[in-house]
Nanobody, 126 residues
Framework: QVQLVESGGGLVQAGGSLRLSCAAS????????MGWFRQAPGKEREFVAAISWSGGGTDYADSVKGRFTISRDNAKNTVYLQMNSLKPEDTAVYYC???????????????????WGQGTQVTVSS
């Protein structure tokens, strides 16, 4: 089992920045890719970014390319999402997710992830 806890959300003005963190505990030596998803009110959960186990591979939703950066520190069992140039449409609950053990390659669909955090709210005001 892997437990994921997100932090770093909050209220920010449009154009501002936030950095989300996702701390993993439990069976963290599992060589798993990780990702960030988000869900806005009344909308389905959507893919935001993903990173391979090694950190050498990343992928982003078109809506955040050039503004968000995903990274990871395996020594700290933590994944980050640096969000710059935030827009009101980025407002959502952001979820961290981890693939099951032995799946180091990135994935963009939610059903490919086994473990999920509780989410952290990001609100961008105009």
């Amino acid at each position: 089992q892997v437990q994921l806890v997100e932090s770093g959300g909050g209220l920010v003005q449009a154009g501002g920045s936030l950095r989300l963190s996702c701390a993993a505990s439990g069976r963290t030596r599992s060589s798993s890719a990780m990702g960030w998803f988000r869900q806005a009110p009344g909308k389905e959960r959507e893919f935001v970014a993903a990173i391979s186990w090694s950190g050498g591979g990343t992928d982003y939703a078109d809506s955040v390319k050039g503004r968000f950066t995903i990274s990871r520190d395996n020594a700290k069992n933590t994944v980050y999402l640096q969000m710059n140039s935030l827009k009101p449409e980025d407002t959502a609950v952001y979820y961290c997710a981890a693939r099951s053990a032995g799946r180091p390659v990135i994935a963009t669909r939610s059903h490919e992830y086994e473990y999920w955090g509780q989410g952290t709210q990001v609100t961008v005001s105009s």
